[in-house]
């Protein structure tokens, strides 16, 4: 049995902590918040239960965490979301909206009264897309080593291989520009995808971005009973149940070395916090620089002078919640219903985009320090799924605003912007829901920094590809393992990346436990 340190209580920490706790050694959890779930949590606020980030879940519904885990024993149920995605122009010039359900037929049955020069692009789109999902769900359910991945693909013949290495390097408006001739339909895809990275739509390897339409035909999104923080508190219910702990409060300043290798961590409040295994599930820059520097232990001197060099870039997403009175009804979705039939249009996420074209000027004003006119945005109402979520007779909101920086001229504090956006949904969906909001409050990069530690607001998020990984380019990213002995990475910035996936976390328990039996 090994004593073994976890750095942040998010879901990857979680998650590979759990692994490890069941494994048998002694595992504890440092996270500096008051809370753990980082951004996967659910959090009080308006006097309500809101979700830090978007509460669909996908990725995580394609790996073996919950049964092997046993979630279900520690509280998790999920709610199916169908249809699972409304795309809705800023204005009627966009064209009719779209609705993608979870069966393939009716998507297509629906696209064909909506976009009918569009069937055939999306009937090849899937049967080329498919195959790709399933072989990179099988890729990040292990560690990336060459090794795995010849044997997963010499498991069976992989024809989605070629595909899957040529999206990776290409961009997601080349790949689904391919299929998808209505630019439309290309921007509601994009904006659900690599916008989320920060990644405009002609930015090269952001290409796999582009099997997020099959993959939630092939998985589906679910949400949490309770809302996202469901996950990681069943995560942590878990640890603790097979012996592990959880200190909230516990802010680490360094890791502490001995020769090549690790020994503990240290708090702020000078405490030294001794283990065999130190895992940390923070931004790799804040572990490897601040962390491990100015002087690093012997053998990390290389990786932490190549980390020092990297800049750390700005957060980009502001978040709206809001408890309101009346739901938001988009005309566009009902005469969508008018074509397509009826349908539950507050289940599924909303998404505002513009054309592509508005979206590649948007990328360039946002380096400018500006928002968009008409931005990007997420709009969901998870109470309308999960009656839990209520409050009273009234529903939980969010408006999640992509590409807005991480400082605007005068501050956020007294920035016009959020009731801008506020008002530019209002004009979408009429006076009444501006009638009905009875209160609300906004989360801006600068928020996400101080409340989540994230620097300059920006979630870390691996963006190398499983190209990348297959060939251990930033060894510490793909292999988990730093040259600091003891030393592991896991969370968004390493392989496979951000989201709600977990993946990292159990990879990285995964290459422990090898290492731990090896010694």
């Not at 520097?293 to 502001?318: C, F, I, L």
Request: aromatic share 6%.
């Amino acid at each position: 049995m090994a004593t073994v340190v976890v750095v942040g209580g998010g879901h990857n920490g979680l998650v590979c902590a759990a692994y490890l706790a069941r494994a048998g050694h002694d595992v504890t959890v440092l996270e500096a918040g008051p809370d753990t779930g980082g951004c996967a949590a659910t959090v009080d606020a308006l006097g309500a239960r809101v979700n830090i980030c978007n509460c669909d879940h996908t990725m995580v519904r394609t790996t073996a965490i919950a049964d092997e885990l046993d979630l279900a024993a520690h509280g998790l149920r999920y709610l199916e979301v169908d249809p699972q995605a409304l795309h809705v122009g800023w204005d009627d010039a966009a064209g009719p909206a779209f609705v993608q359900f979870r069966e393939v037929e009716r998507t297509l049955d629906a696209l064909a009264r909506t976009h009918p020069t569009q069937v055939e692009g999306y009937r090849r789109y899937l049967a080329d897309a498919t195959p790709v999902a399933r072989l990179l769900t099988e890729l990040t359910s292990t560690p990336p080593t060459p090794g795995r991945v010849l044997a997963t693909l010499a498991d069976r013949r992989v024809t989605a291989l070629p595909r899957l290495l040529d999206w990776s390097r290409r961009s997601v408006g080349e790949v689904l520009g391919r299929y998808l001739t209505d630019p439309f339909l290309v921007a509601g895809a994009f904006t659900t995808g690599p916008a989320v990275w920060g990644a405009a739509p002609s930015t090269p390897g952001t290409g796999l971005g582009a099997v997020g339409i099959a993959m939630r035909h092939l998985v589906g999104i679910g949400r949490p009973v309770g809302g996202s923080g469901a996950l990681p508190a069943a995560l942590r219910s878990a640890l603790e149940a097979a012996g592990g702990r959880v200190r909230t409060g516990a802010r680490v300043t360094r890791v502490l070395a001995e020769g090549d290798a690790a020994r503990g961590v240290l708090l702020d409040t000078g405490e030294e916090v001794p283990a065999e295994v130190v895992v940390s599930s923070v931004d790799p820059r804040t572990t490897v620089v601040d962390w491990l520097g100015p002087h690093p232990p012997a053998g990390a001197e290389a990786v932490v002078a190549r980390w020092r060099a990297r800049t750390t870039p700005d957060g980009y997403e502001s978040k709206l919640d809001a408890v309101v009175g009346t739901l938001p009804v988009f005309p566009q979705v009902q005469r969508l219903q008018e074509l397509v039939g009826p349908f539950d249009q507050h289940a599924p996420t909303v998404t505002l985009a513009p054309d592509t074209a508005a979206i590649e000027r948007a990328h360039a004003a946002l380096h400018r320090g500006e928002v968009a006119a008409r931005p990007m945005a997420l709009v969901n109402t998870p109470s309308a799924l999960d009656p839990s979520m209520r409050v009273g007779e009234d529903h939980v909101l969010s408006l999640e605003v992509l590409w807005t920086p991480y400082a605007v001229p005068g501050g956020w504090a007294t920035s016009a912007e959020p009731r801008r956006w506020l008002d530019l949904l209002t004009a979408q969906v009429g006076p009444a829901f501006a009638a009905g909001v009875r209160r609300w409050r906004v989360v801006t990069p600068e928020d996400y920094e101080r409340d989540l530690g994230l620097p300059r607001g920006w979630a870390p998020s691996f963006s190398g590809g499983p190209l990348a990984a297959l060939v251990g380019r930033d060894r510490e990213l793909t292999r988990y393992a730093t040259p600091v002995r003891g030393l592991y990475l896991t969370g968004a910035g390493t392989f496979p990346g951000a989201g709600v996936w977990g993946a990292s976390g159990r990879n990285a328990a995964a290459v422990v436990r090898a290492d731990l039996d090896r010694r």
